[in-house]
């Protein structure tokens, strides 16, 4: 099957065709209030305090959300307090977004007038470039333009048996048809990592995922306690798993059974194509930014049973600018928030759908929202503040 999308100047094909605003701040979000079509990310995180290394981290999902194949162009604003260290000048940030070959304009109030006069000129820009992104047509590509995304959350059993096989029956046709699929959640392979060193494509990516397993559980150790006595946490425990050990091998089955390619930091873009394990946090509203930053064009949440029950999901677009939808398994998630829900694999446990039928149908769902219809999360006009994955201290 193929799917309708916007072909970018790098040759990466784009499912939205939005107006990017970086960082974040006044400028930004004050330009995004003003012109219909525009993006912004949403972080208290602007690198101040921080590290080398976790600078180039921010700077790394900055330029990678600039470089998203779901993005038409760019305005930078050099009023960031993080503006001022190397790793996150403005300028810099331009050069290597515009390297993709898109428009990149960049705003700076000591040359356009001040904060009033950049966020003027902000919103003149941001006018022009969503008109001229408008003039873009979906063109028809094959499926090997796909790059998705995936994390599990507040799993329970159904996550295992039938809600994560789904995915990974999707992971395992997107890859096969030349695509690109990112897993991750280092704290959730925990327990599972030999299954999936046996799917390693080379020694040296076996090596790299127990070394991302060592790295967690020593840094958990330093803080005087084993990681298993804060993982599963409650929701889990609440939904019939028992240790980290059962709820990792039945998080994993989301990657599908493909071979690994590589490991990749987070917000890392893969080189090639194929499945890549992550080294991120389980946190939703980190790991989508990072898996957009990384190119992904589709994002998807596999939910379970635990923190759903009376409320409507309203995490709006923690991808930023990628389409994020979520899944579940469960039917009593589903019956709370089904006006949030965009796929409902629990016609599995019913014995209506094979997992196999469930992976085809969950297919469907994401080529139709990467053809451009809406995944429910996006008709939301809302958003929790993204936080990002910085693992040094802050000083």
Not at 330 to 347: K, Q
């Amino acid at each position: 099957m193929s799917f309708l999308g916007y072909i970018r100047p790098d040759g990466s094909v784009g499912t939205r065709n939005h107006v990017l605003v970086i960082p974040q701040g006044i400028i930004a979000k004050s330009v995004c209030d003003f012109v219909a079509g525009t993006k912004t990310i949403l972080t208290a995180d602007h690198g101040s305090g921080r590290t080398a290394n976790d600078r180039e981290q921010i700077a790394r999902v900055l330029i990678g959300l600039g470089r998203s194949p779901n993005v038409a162009s760019v305005i930078v604003h050099a009023a960031s307090p993080g503006a001022g260290y190397p790793e996150l000048r403005a300028e810099r940030l331009v050069d290597e977004i515009a390297a993709s070959g898109k428009r990149v304009e960049i705003l700076d109030p000591a040359k356009d007038g001040g904060t009033y006069g950049a966020i003027l000129k902000g919103i003149q820009l941001a006018r022009r470039m969503v008109h001229e992104a408008s003039r873009s047509r979906r063109e028809k590509v094959e499926d090997e333009h796909l790059c998705l995304g995936v994390k599990c959350g507040y799993s329970d059993t159904t996550s295992g048996i039938a809600g994560n096989p789904a995915v990974g029956y999707l992971y395992d046709k997107v890859v096969a048809a030349g695509g690109t699929a990112l897993f991750g959640e280092t704290t959730e392979i925990i327990g599972a990592e030999q299954a999936l060193i046996r799917r390693a494509a080379r020694p040296e990516v076996a090596e790299a995922i127990l070394r991302t397993v060592t790295v967690q559980e020593d840094r958990a150790k330093a803080t005087g306690l084993d990681i298993r006595t804060v993982n599963p946490v409650p929701s889990n425990i609440k939904g019939g798993i028992s240790s980290l050990e059962e709820k990792s091998l039945g998080a994993i089955h989301k990657a599908g059974t493909a071979p690994i390619q590589g490991v990749l930091k987070y917000a890392e873009r893969p080189t090639r194509k194929g499945l890549y394990f992550v080294d991120n946090w389980m946190g939703h509203l980190s790991i989508f930014a990072g898996y957009a930053a990384a190119g992904a064009n589709v994002v998807l949440f596999q939910l379970g049973g635990g923190g759903v029950a009376g409320r409507t999901l309203l995490e709006g677009s923690p991808s930023v600018v990628v389409p994020f939808l979520w899944a579940t398994a469960n039917p009593r998630t589903y019956a709370a928030a089904t006006d949030s829900i965009d796929f409902y694999s629990g016609t599995v446990i019913e014995g209506s759908e094979t997992p196999e039928e469930a992976g085809e149908r969950l297919y469907r769902t994401v080529i139709d929202v990467a053809s451009g219809t809406l995944s429910l999360s996006e008709t939301l006009y809302y958003t929790e503040p993204i936080d990002l994955y910085l693992q040094e201290p802050r000083f």
